[in-house]
């Protein structure tokens, strides 16, 4: 137990240390504050583990003490008030530079008539405010909103992993939660029921779209807010981070003037930015595509977009009736969910519609399998679909502080690899914001619906046979992308037992 000098009720203002952020500090609930004109690092019991061990990691020489809890929340409260004018500053800053290399995100921070420089100056505005800002400038693909008994916290979700961002006293959270809720067009005074709603925002011209839920939970409402990205901030399928012969394919595929083309994982693993990709690959003003979504996540001027709304009787499976009424040549459906649903596609793609949807299945095999369950018949199947692209999202490892790993037996079999196989494990560094890891890229197995698989189809839909089959004909596996990318120090263990294949 460390014995600290206890300090009590001081008023005390951040202090910015050089070396060390104050969002990093903040985050690791370790404050610097001048304490009788030395600069000292402080602590309270309620933090006590998380910041005894952060100081220890950054091996600095200055003078560690206690702050009785009252004290800290105030300190802390004032370094949530200098994240808020940080923000501001960093983006008049940002929007100053010439630096070719940061230009896209010079552009989307330039200052102009948006939320980060409102006149409106209540701390509760300008902290939900700030709140999207740091999202956006860390690559957060969801914010998190949760209260506890005692208190509350906002996390991020960044490269598919959650993070914390910050400590709320309750009282706040509730006020967070209520302007988020009137910006979002939501009842301010139902705390009961579930509430979803959406909102915009405008940072320096540009509109981001936000997808926001409110569920109300035992110690109060809790929010999860998606940020979305725009059509033109679609990545173009060479960019999805897939290798270039698995590319080569599906863009053959795409080519085809009917068919259906499957994108098969588990939440999380990019299936809907695939997708939208593909239709970015097809889009020209000779085409006419139709979208069924649940919810319409990447808005696009060029694509007529449906949002399925069960309450009125517009689930996936009418709209999709509705939609080859409307002459379309490209078809989108952002999951098929039921065997009602999963017919229609068939049809639309035996009367000559190119057809993209989802399913829920874990490798390509899997899908003929699922699709066979549903009860269409192997050889609808066989004349029906193009491939079906089996993905996931991994993470690559910090390129600035990774190291040596020890490979345990049980899992150098599961990955086939020799027991002396050099492999690496993220370790973490002001590089990657002491995560290990810096961005994510896409790995995947394509089934393309050849003469080797439609005779396979005449004997059997089982799994387990047609993988052994397709993996004796070459089949490139998720597993197999793995093993690579762990050999190639790509990635971590960790990561690929994450994964789970």
Known sequence: ??????????????????????????????????????????????YLVEASNFYTKLKTQYPLKMLDEDSYDRLYNRY?????????????????????????????????????????????????????????KKRASDIHIEVGEKKGEV???????????????????????????VISNLDISEKRIPQDGRTQIKISGQTLDIRVSVLPTFYGERIVMRLLMQSSQIPEINELGFDDALIGDVKKL??????????????GSGKTTSLHSFLREVESPEKNLITVEDPV???????????????VGLSFASAL???????PDVIMIGEIRDEETAGIAVRAALTGHLVFSTLHTNSASATISRLADMGIEPFLISSSLLGILAQRLVRVICEECKEEDELAEEFAMDYNLSADALIYKAKGCKMCNYSGYSGRRSIGELLVMNDVVKE??????????????????????????????????????????????
């Open 155 to 181: 996390r991020f979700r960044i490269d598919g992993m959650l993070t914390k961002n910050a400590d709320l006293e309750k009282k706040v959270v509730n006020l967070i939660i209520s302007r988020i809720k």
């Open 321 to 327: 009736r509705s939609i080859l009424r409307q002459d």
């Open 80 to 136: 949530l008030e200098l994240k808020t004018d940080k923000a501001i500053e960093t983006m008049q800053e940002d929007s100053s530079e010439e630096d070719e290399e940061d230009l896209s995100l010079t552009d989307f921070l330039r200052v102009s008539s948006d939320i980060l420089t409102s006149e409106e100056s209540a701390p509760i505005i300008k902290f939900v405010n700030a709140l999207f800002y740091q999202a956006i």
């Open 254 to 267: 795409l080519r085809a003037s009917h068919g259906i083309i499957l994108v098969t994982g588990p939440t």
């Open 456 to 501: 396979l189809l005449k004997d059997t839909t089982d799994e387990h046979t047609i993988k052994v089959a397709l993996e004796a004909k070459g089949l490139k596996t998720i597993s197999v992308q793995l093993t690579r990318m762990l050999l190639d120090g790509e990635t971590s263990l960790d990561e690929a037992i994450r994964i789970g294949l």
């Open 1 to 46: 137990m460390l014995k600290l000098e206890q300090l009590h009720n001081p008023h005390l203002e951040p202090s910015e240390i050089e070396e060390f952020s104050n969002e990093l500090l903040s985050k690791n609930y370790l404050l610097f504050a001048e304490v009788e004109g030395e600069l000292t690092a402080l602590l309270c019991e309620r």
């Open 297 to 311: 996540e990447y808005k696009s001027d060029n694509i007529s977009q449906i949002q399925v709304n069960e309450k």
